[in-house]
């Protein structure tokens, strides 16, 4: 097992640069989810860990030991890719035990740790086919039993939930967390979906264009976010998210409509100034339909016309209108409504969040 | 309702009846010069000459094959020779058109290089030239470096005739190949070669083998060039050979068309044995669904 460190790590293609310089340490043992939208470098970062990428400057470290230029089978790391990338013309058994073949393991070895794996990954049964005639989610296991098998330093994990359908990868989820509970070792996880990352890791690192926009517990990266990005990356529904001027205790939004500046911010900024208020779901409720938390004194009220409701059981999105545009929110203990109706929505200003227009980042003392 | 069903299938099954009939007469379109050969090389020639043709044959034998195998003198030709240039010429020529293509196609299909698309075109647009019109240059060239008449001569020509057409085979099938499957083998400890090896090669394997089937046929079939670039039992292939039953004032029909056999059933034996190997969809389930 091992640590994982990456310092001022840089991609370019040609002239064009897709990774600018990140630092992350990865510990010992320690899930770590990369998390972003499409082309924002997470996978070219983990390609480059393995070494499928090389380098254009800076440096990777894994157990303490510089692997900048070390071929992939030297760093001892296993994969599991977004595409299973299991040999077809291998049966499972061979697929899972190949590494250990051509590390010219003994037969008994390879047996072993073969039915090892299986066991764990309850594929006993399935280890004398090919992989044509699995389905997904069990491609999916093998992909996961033949990096475990490799008894490797670190595990990498390229978005390797997204071929399944959603039931499935709820449930390959939950696999995978239970794994890494069994196995105990340093995993690095790719993905674009904000929840898989949540679920899963014992820390987040938020990635957008090349840069990390922050690396935090899935706590501090919901209930903290460091930037509007994260902000609004993080957390389903997203967050509700508006332009606004502090204007004399107030924020002013575009279309004249108000809400009083929250308090926590107050020292933070100036009049005049400009900012993106911020405000998830559950803190914007149909009043007496929420989670009250916070003082009573910082719950602002507001009558709202209702643009569309999206029940789902349990709860009830509301999208509301407010200065002009639809406000996401979570309505618990449903009651029926409809286009148009009016309704008393709080807005739970304790938990709002405030970030700087020009530069993203949280107000937030 | 009842009748709208049985007309449909009564149109089905009139349909189905109609594609059999059109595959018949197309397949016996294509096998009838085939059949032809073999039934001309088993009856004599005033038969073969007829005109209108004989359609059923009055007398079987098998002499035409006897006289072909009973040396030179007694009618007939040095065959075993011919083979054995035809069988060195073609095999060395397609192991080495296959092993350059390989190289090629997966050149091709997974490298980035400066002018690669410039030299595919180039490459495939030696095929626009035909051989023949080659023919005259080459033999000069040959003449100067004295290699007319030999094993080697005719390789390098058959070489420089199937490269391109491996390379392109070869490259579309290396492309089919996921990208992934090299990657998940040198990340299981595989050096670059040991990946091409384990994995991809294998996967490749029946698109190399149609690739080696069609340099083998082109090399084995070919009359035009090899009948410029040989001259005696040394390198005259077997298509060359054929010659050998035309004398300045008639032709050999029979013998001719019992050479033609020969020469067919190698050949014929070989695709069917690849044949087998050539099994499509073989990296289905590699990757995805």
Known sequence: MATVSLKKLVKRYDNLEIVHGIDLDVADREFIALVGPSGCGKSTTLRMIAGLEDISDGAIEIGGRTVNDLPPRARNISMVFQSYALYPHMTVRENMGFSLKIANEPKAEIERRVNEAAAILDLNHLLERRPSQLSGGQRQRVAMGRAIVRQPDVFLFDEPLSNLDAKLRTQMRTEIKKLHAKVQSTVIYVTHDQVEAMTLADRIVIMRDGHIEQVGTPDEVFRRPATRFVAGFIGSPPMNLQEATVDDGKLRFANGSSLPLPRQFQPNVAAGQKVVFGLRPDDLYPTGHGINSGDDADVHGAELPVSITEPLGNETLVFAEFDGHDWVSRMLNPKPLKTGDRIGMSFDLSQAHLFSAETGRTLRG | MRDENASHRLKRRLLKLAHAAGLFAAMTIICMPGLWIVLSSLRPTVEIMAKPPAWIPQELSLDAYVAMFSGVGKGGIPVLEYFRNS??????????????????????????????????????????????????????????LGIID????????????????????????????????????????????????????????????????????????????????????????????????????????????????????????????????????????????
Not at chain 2, 172 to 200: H, M, N, S, Y
């Open chain 2, 150 to 289: 030999t094993h080697f001569g005719l390789i390098m020509a058959y070489v420089a005739l199937n490269v391109p057409f491996t390379i392109w085979l070869i490259d579309g099938f290396f492309r089919q190949v996921p990208k992934d499957l090299a990657e998940a083998a040198q990340i299981d400890g595989c050096t670059r070669w040991q990946a091409f090896w384990q994995v991809e090669f294998p996967l490749a394997g029946p698109g190399i083998a149609s690739a080696g089937i069609f340099a083998f046929l082109t090399s084995w079939n070919e009359f035009a060039l090899a009948s410029q670039l040989t001259r005696s039992v040394n390198s005259k292939t077997l298509p060359v050979g054929l010659l050998d039953y035309t004398a300045e004032f008639t032709i050999d029909w029979r013998g001719m068309c019992a050479l033609a056999v020969v020469m067919i059933i190698p050949a014929l034996t070989l695709t069917f044995i690849v044949q087998k190997h050539l099994v499509s969809g073989l990296t289905s389930g590699a990757v995805k669904g």
């Open chain 2, 87 to 144: 069988l060195i010429i073609s095999v060395t020529s397609t192991v080495v058109a296959i092993a350059v293509g390989m190289a090629g196609g997966y050149a091709f299909a997974r490298y980035r290089f400066r002018g690669k698309s410039g030299l595919f075109l180039g490459l495939m647009l030696t095929r626009t030239v035909p051989g023949i019109a080659l023919s005259l240059p080459l033999f000069f060239v040959y003449a100067r």
